[in-house]
């Protein structure tokens, strides 16, 4: 009889593990197919059909412009002092267009690489060669336009309308080409979801059947395995009891019986990986910084409760970080990133603060009561990012053959505010954390870098509770994107009394400029900018200030100037390349 449960266990076992990976295998075949699908079109055939859509933008605008440029010939001749500003903005537009070219290709022909499966039929076969084919028409179109701007500066009126129909009918055919070819990418985009949508159906369903019959297996099974494992659930139950009251030393010993030996095998693997997870839990309790241990520990309350203090957060991120993903050996990428975080983190907790979290390649940080005291924290902060500077300085230096000449820099955004500080997260994972506005505002500060060209940028609360320790040059009067007050921005440059006099000449130069910016009077203020500009390397802040007072003097901000510009684009580059 022992042998006939024994060959019928066997049998429903052998039966359970051949189903269980007969349906594993379907399920992950679906899966691999229905993400390849997903993938396709995420990753190369939106971005394809995205990067035409705004090439069309791009060319209907700059189509638009062309017609402002010839409206302006025929009124007021080809002398007319807003011609040159009108071509400058038609060279700005070839320049999104050429990107926004650039793009889709580079998509089109990562797709064929990378999934060539998709690439290789329908409406995607020779996608990348057709991006090749609308680039060079564009370019046909950016000759005919560079032609006609030519003909125009040299009084040849007769010959640039005959242009300027020539630019008009390259122009129609492309605009009607990139409309087929982005219907064709949505059809395609919509017919590939809707296959995966049918996909999906039927792999729930089919699972949901494997699952019902890997149920009535289960049952099965458990039937089989009942009157043999009393004894063992009971010694089992005695040495989990064991266990839980903390003798992560016990172990079972069912030699000679076969299947409940593995299970013995199998606690004892368990209690082993206990005592050894128990000691890596040890060791990883290392890892929080001891300011907020001690803390904890002399306050029974901060362990569960959080409260409102003014802090000061710091965010650093690092630039072209994901150029280096994809271009380093992870071998290599994780000697630096082990090099940077240290570079980013040890001036932190040199100057009295605490690091926050680590998000990706970003650095968070604060500073405040009960860590320092309640004047000082902006000032440690500030000192904290001028040391980060340097640190990432050395270590471009070192890295220098890695890096080469892609622009990795950091950007550091510091903010000080009301925050909630505490014990944050859930009954089973808490972190000692800040969130409030002002880590927000810390994240548009560091972004704002982007606009000006600068590395540390500060918040007016900032730059007023250290200014007796920190240089700063104040920059600029805002209202950035996503926020509905103004923001006065500061630019940290150096430590109290660690400014050249040089240094503070070219500072002393921008914020009177600044001023006479703020007060709407350009001609006092323009001078000054180019100075700013001519004196210590090129200033991109004191140029974007030249940019916008041009636009200004255009009307570009349909509003009564009143010293505070409101930056409606994310980054505000186009006032520089403008």
Same mark, same amino acid.
């Given at each position: 009889?022992?042998?006939?449960?024994? %060959?019928? *266990?066997?049998g429903?076992?052998? !039966?359970?593990?051949?189903?269980l990976?007969?349906?594993?295998? *379907?399920?992950v075949?679906?899966?691999l197919g229905?993400?390849?699908?997903l993938?396709a #079109?995420?990753r190369y055939?939106? /971005?394809?059909?995205?990067a035409?859509?705004d090439?069309r &933008?791009r060319?209907?605008?700059?189509?638009?412009?062309?017609?402002?440029?010839?409206?302006?010939?025929?009124?007021?001749? /080809?002398?007319?002092?807003l011609?040159?500003?009108?071509?400058?903005?038609i060279?700005?537009?070839?320049?999104?267009?050429?990107?926004? *070219?650039?793009?889709? *290709?580079?998509?089109? @022909?990562?797709g064929?690489a990378? %999934?060539?499966?998709?690439?290789?039929?329908?409406?995607l076969?020779?996608?990348?060669v057709?991006?090749?084919?609308?680039?060079?028409i564009?370019?046909?179109f950016?000759?005919?336009?560079?032609?006609l701007l &030519?003909?125009?500066?040299?009084?040849?009126l007769?010959?640039?309308?005959?242009?300027?129909n020539?630019v008009?009918g390259?122009?129609?055919?492309?605009v009607?080409?990139l409309?087929?070819?982005?219907?064709?990418?949505?059809?395609?985009?919509?017919?590939t979801v809707?296959?995966?949508?049918?996909?999906?159906?039927?792999?729930?369903?089919?699972?949901?059947?494997?699952?019902l019959?890997?149920v009535v297996?289960?049952?099965?099974?458990?039937?089989?395995?009942?009157?043999a #494992?009393?004894k063992?659930?009971?010694?089992?139950t005695n040495?989990l009891?064991s266990?839980?009251?903390?003798?992560?030393d016990?172990?079972?010993? !069912?030699?000679?019986?076969? =299947?409940f030996a593995?299970?013995? +095998?199998?606690?004892?693997?368990?209690t082993?990986?206990?005592?050894?997870?128990?000691r890596?839990?040890?060791r !990883?309790?290392?890892?929080?910084?001891?300011?907020i241990?001690?803390?904890?520990?002399?306050q029974?309350?901060?362990?569960?409760?959080s409260?409102?203090?003014?802090m000061?957060?710091?965010? #650093?991120?690092?630039?072209?970080?994901?150029?280096?993903?994809?271009?380093?050996?992870?071998?290599?990428?994780?000697?630096?990133?082990?090099?940077?975080?240290?570079?980013?983190?040890? /001036?932190?907790?040199?100057?009295?603060g605490?690091?926050?979290?680590?998000?990706?390649?970003?650095?968070?940080?604060?500073?405040?009561?009960?860590?320092?005291?309640?004047? &000082?924290? @902006?000032?440690?902060?500030c000192?904290?990012?001028?040391?980060?500077?340097?640190?990432?300085n050395?270590?471009?230096?070192?890295?220098? +053959?890695?890096?080469? =000449?892609?622009?990795?820099?950091?950007?550091?955004?510091?903010?000080?505010?009301?925050v909630?500080?505490?014990?944050?997260?859930?009954?089973?994972?808490r972190?000692?954390t800040v969130v409030?506005d002002?880590?927000n505002y810390?994240?548009?500060?560091?972004?704002a870098?982007?606009i000006?060209?600068?590395?540390?940028l500060?918040?007016?609360?900032t730059?007023?509770?250290?200014?007796?320790?920190?240089e700063?040059?104040d920059?600029d009067?805002? #209202?950035?994107?996503?926020?509905?007050?103004?923001v006065?921005?500061?630019e940290?440059? @150096?430590?109290?009394g660690?400014?050249?006099?040089?240094?503070?000449?070219?500072r002393?130069?921008?914020?009177?400029?600044?001023? !006479?910016?703020?007060?709407?009077?350009?001609?006092?203020?323009?001078?000054?900018?180019?100075?700013?500009q001519?004196?210590?390397?090129?200033?991109?802040?004191?140029?974007?200030?030249?940019?916008?007072?041009?636009r200004?003097?255009?009307?570009?901000?349909?509003?009564?100037?009143?010293?505070?510009?409101?930056v409606?684009? /994310?980054?505000?580059?186009?006032?520089?390349?403008?």
């Open positions: 009889m022992l042998r006939t449960v024994r %060959a019928k *266990f066997l429903v076992a052998a !039966f359970f593990v051949v189903w990976v007969v349906a594993t295998g *379907f399920s075949i679906q899966s229905i993400n390849g699908d993938e #079109v995420s055939v939106t /971005p394809v059909k995205d035409l859509s090439v &933008s060319q209907l605008e700059q189509i638009s412009l062309i017609d402002r440029y010839m409206r302006v010939v025929e009124n007021e001749g /080809p002398d007319a002092p011609l040159s500003g009108i071509e400058i903005e060279d700005a537009k070839q320049t999104q267009i050429e990107q926004a *070219f650039r793009k889709a *290709f580079t998509s089109a @022909a990562l064929r990378q %999934a060539s499966g998709h690439f290789e039929q329908g409406v076969l020779d996608l990348d057709r991006m090749r084919e609308f680039a060079d564009a370019a046909q950016n000759l005919g336009v560079e032609r &030519s003909r125009v500066r040299e009084g040849d007769d010959d640039a309308q005959r242009q300027e020539l008009r390259i122009h129609r055919n492309i009607l080409d409309r087929s070819e982005i219907l064709l990418l949505e059809k395609y985009s919509s017919e809707e296959n995966v949508s049918a996909r999906e159906d039927f792999l729930i369903q089919a699972e949901f059947i494997m699952m019959a890997a297996i289960g049952i099965s099974f458990a039937y089989y395995l009942a009157q #494992v009393v063992a659930v009971r010694d089992t040495a009891n266990v839980q009251s903390g003798k992560l016990t172990s079972l010993d !069912f030699k000679g019986k076969g =299947d593995r299970l013995a +095998d199998a606690f004892n693997r368990m082993r990986e206990l005592r050894v997870r128990f890596m839990r040890e !990883f309790g290392k890892y929080i910084d001891p300011k241990i001690n803390n904890l520990l002399s029974e309350t901060a362990l569960e409760t409260q409102k203090r003014v000061t957060v710091s965010v #650093v991120n690092l630039t072209n970080f994901d150029w280096m993903a994809e271009h380093i050996p992870p071998e290599k990428l994780v000697d630096f990133l082990n090099d940077y975080l240290t570079a980013m983190t040890e /001036p932190i907790a040199n100057h009295s605490i690091i926050d979290n680590f998000v990706g390649d970003r650095v968070i940080g604060f500073w405040g009561p009960p860590f320092c005291g309640e004047k &000082s924290h @902006a000032g440690h902060a000192l904290a990012a001028l040391e980060q500077v340097a640190r990432f050395a270590l471009k230096t070192k890295y220098a +053959d890695l890096i080469g =000449d892609h622009g990795l820099d950091i950007r550091i955004g510091i903010a000080t505010g009301e909630v500080v505490g014990s944050i997260g859930t009954d089973k994972s972190a000692y409030g002002c880590v810390a994240n548009r500060l560091e972004k870098n982007r000006y060209g600068t590395q540390i500060a918040s007016h609360e730059a007023s509770m250290a200014a007796g320790e920190i700063m040059r920059l009067h805002v #209202v950035l994107l996503g926020t509905e007050h103004v006065y921005l500061y940290v440059l @150096a430590q109290s660690q400014l050249s006099d040089e240094r503070r000449d070219w002393k130069t921008y914020e009177t400029a600044i001023a !006479f910016y703020r007060e709407g009077d350009f001609d006092k203020a323009q001078p000054l900018f180019e100075e700013v001519e004196g210590i390397g090129s200033d991109f802040a004191a140029q974007l200030m030249l940019n916008r007072m041009e200004l003097q255009r009307r570009e901000q349909d509003r009564e100037w009143n010293g505070t510009w409101i409606r684009d /994310p980054y505000e580059r186009r006032d520089v390349e403008s």
